[in-house]
Nanobody, 115 residues
Framework: QVQLVESGGGLVQSGGSLRLSCAAS????????MSWYRQAPGKERELVAS????????MYADSVKGRFTISRDNAKNTVYLQMNSLKPEDTAVYVC????????WGQGTQVTVSS
């Protein structure tokens, strides 16, 4: 079955960096667009970044442009989110998503940025 397992979250000071990973299994990873979403307490889930199957095209939310970078390694079935210059407003649960007969979600990883 489809599995998405995120890791790499944690507590970091404002201005710091984190690298999130999402390990995928149960589908043909190299043919799927992958996305990172985030959800902060009391807020709606927000699309953060997406990357196409070959990595040739990416998109970012305006709030993270220039600070976050999405990438993938199709040999490792893993998508990454490099987050630099983190701000307290980046605090959220970060979840990866793909479409396999519908949206499939991981369990998420908590990112907390202290001021």
């Amino acid at each position: 079955q489809v599995q998405l397992v995120e890791s790499g979250g944690g507590l970091v000071q404002s201005g710091g960096s984190l690298r999130l990973s999402c390990a995928a299994s149960g589908f043909t990873f190299s043919t799927n667009t992958m996305s990172w979403y985030r959800q902060a307490p009391g807020k709606e889930r927000e699309l953060v970044a997406s990357i196409t199957s070959t990595g040739g095209s990416t998109m970012y939310a305006d709030s993270v442009k220039g600070r976050f970078t999405i990438s993938r390694d199709n040999a490792k079935n893993t998508v990454y989110l490099q987050m630099n210059s983190l701000k307290p407003e980046d605090t959220a649960v970060y979840v990866c998503m793909t479409r396999v007969g519908g949206r499939r979600w991981g369990q998420g990883t908590q990112v907390t940025v202290s001021s």
